[in-house]
């Protein structure tokens, strides 16, 4: 077991179990994931866990701030262990793959409305729509 891996679950306040540390494993080399692509890695490590526990697992680590969540329009949420630096996605319409770009600011909100109608603006989610290098090779 990596015990990196462990003291950050517990730095984050969470129990360093077993599914957590796979599941923080798997995604060590996996960016932009879905819950199905998690479940297939952990399988492989601890084959009594259930595509239902993984799920939970995921839900933890994002509260706790392990991970973050993004959820492109059309696509099944997507975890990654890339957090806390705001950055922001470029997805492509033909294949729906992900890149991450970097936010100039670094910090949310880094794009302020012109107008918030009296919100307090906490973050602003920006995601960069286009193709891909591969799909404009094939076009
Ligand atoms: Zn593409
Ligand atoms: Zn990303």
């Not at 996996?30 to 839900?59: C, G, K, W, Y």
């Not at 992900?98 to 995601?127: M, N, Y």
Request: negative net charge.
């Amino acid at each position: 077991m990596d015990t990196t891996l462990e003291s950050a679950l517990r730095g984050a306040g969470l129990k360093a179990t077993a599914g957590r540390v796979a599941v923080l494993e798997a995604m060590e080399s996996m960016a932009h994931t879905d819950a199905e692509r998690v479940f297939r890695a952990v399988s492989e490590v601890l084959p009594t866990t259930s595509i239902q526990s993984v799920h939970n697992i995921l839900a933890d680590l994002t509260t706790a701030g392990l991970l973050r969540r993004i959820e492109p329009a059309g696509s099944a949420a997507l975890y990654e262990r890339r957090t806390g630096d705001n950055h922001h996605h470029v997805v492509c319409t033909q294949c729906g793959a992900i890149g991450d770009v970097d936010c100039v600011v670094g910090e949310a909100p880094c794009l302020t409305p012109s107008s918030a109608g009296g919100f307090t603006v906490q973050t602003a989610e920006v995601t960069f729509w286009g193709v891909c290098p591969s799909c404009q090779n094939a076009a």
